[in-house]
């Protein structure tokens, strides 16, 4: 009599070391929830470009690249293949969806249910992993997670319980505790720790996973394109070119990412310290960025003349995605990118220029001159990658 192996088993979810670095079909339909949430989040800061607006739309995706991103490290070490694996992550899916469903009204009357799908995700995932890893360091590093979900989930319900004025700062708060976990090696005193050499994660699945989600991040701003032109009518001219110029100004987000990040992951530091900024940090930047780009194009196909939020949640969009190349390059390879740099002080440069100027400035202007910058960085990026790889290949 043969028994089936019970959720505790060792060998049961574990991924095999021959999958170890694949990206299952499971994992990419787990994905697709996200193309609605950056939507949501974009309309979030679509209707309401004043600084509580910016807060809430920081605070939701905050959240909402949480839940992805300990989600995507769950699924290094759990075998995708397996049938209760996958159940676990339908499962998954399905709170993340909730999340998203709640996000226009999440300050609101949805305020429970974005929080209830956050906090039961956060509880699940670990809840799991130390079932299915029990008696193995990993199990105990699970355990010191849940213990930081748990004190940051004290400050998404009172965040929850507690009247407008206060739900911000205890959010950020929550936040905060949830961030700052990782960093603080899960510490808990007098329980212990887990700092992230213990965490054997794989380089390469995490990069392909965050890869993935990059383009998802892209593929939301298509949507948002696409939607504020089909129903312009005329089509014409000046419509067409602010629409050239935002497909541009995406693909060249593209281009910059995959000549920076689109290279095998084991070039560069491995160590798990490194693949939690490079990842876990560094692309929640640069998929932020993506959205801020998303929601500056159809800013600038929607409005005729600059307004100081139009210029600068265009020029935001370009300088926080930088902010997440410098943190992923210096993470991996223990430098500063100066070309960033510049390109950065060049957007400063530009937003301060175009606020003074914006009642004469035309918006195309704007748009040209942000994508001259990202245009001229990709270049950059693409010839600097192509001369060390042949010198690489030369030596």
């Known amino acids: 009599m043969t028994v089936a192996p019970s959720i505790t088993s060792r060998a049961s979810l574990a991924r095999p070391a021959a999958r170890r670095s694949r990206v299952t079909p499971v994992e990419l339909f787990f994905d697709l929830v996200y193309v609605f949430a950056a939507v949501q989040l974009a309309q979030i800061l679509l209707g309401d470009l004043s600084w509580t607006g910016v807060l809430q739309t920081l605070i939701l995706f905050a959240a909402v690249w949480w839940g992805w991103n300990y989600t995507a490290w769950a699924m290094n070490w759990l075998d995708p293949l397996r049938t209760r694996v996958q159940l676990l992550s339908v499962v998954l899916m399905l709170a993340a969806l909730g999340m998203a469903v709640a996000i226009p009204t999440a300050f609101d009357e949805r305020v429970w249910l974005f929080v209830g799908c956050y906090l039961f995700m956060g509880i699940l995932r670990p809840a799991v992993m130390m079932l299915a890893f029990s008696g193995r360091q990993l199990a105990r590093n699970y355990r010191m997670l849940l213990l930081w979900t748990l004190f940051a989930g004290v400050f998404w319900i009172l965040g929850a319980a507690a009247p407008d004025p206060w739900r911000i700062p205890l959010w950020l708060a929550a936040v905060v505790v949830d961030y700052a976990a990782p960093l603080a090696r899960f510490r808990v005193p007098f329980v212990g720790s887990a700092p992230m050499h213990l965490w054997d994660a794989d380089a390469e699945h995490l990069a392909r996973r965050n890869r993935l989600v990059f383009v998802i991040a892209l593929g939301q701003s298509i949507l948002l394109m696409g939607g504020a032109v089909a129903d312009r009518t005329p089509l014409d001219l000046p419509l067409v070119g602010s629409l050239s110029v935002g497909f ?120 040209l001159a942000v994508l001259s910058v990202t245009t001229t960085l990709a270049v950059f990026t693409a010839v600097q990658r192509r001369s060390a790889a042949h010198a690489g290949r030369a030596t």
């Open 248 to 367: 541009a100004s995406l693909f060249v987000l593209w281009w910059n990412y995959f000549a920076l990040a689109g290279s095998g992951a084991e070039h560069g530091d491995t160590s798990t310290g490194a693949l939690r900024t490079a990842f876990a940090y560094a692309h929640a930047l640069m998929v932020l960025g993506a959205v801020l780009v998303a929601v500056s194009i159809e800013l600038r196909l929607t409005h005729g003349t600059l307004t100081p939020a139009i210029v600068l949640v265009t020029t935001a969009g370009p300088l926080v995605y930088l902010a997440g190349n410098l943190m992923f390059l210096r993470s991996r390879f223990g430098r500063l990118a100066r070309s960033r740099v510049i390109a950065a002080a060049v957007l400063v440069l530009l937003t301060g220029t175009a606020v003074a100027l914006r009642e004469v400035l035309p918006v195309a202007a704007l748009s």
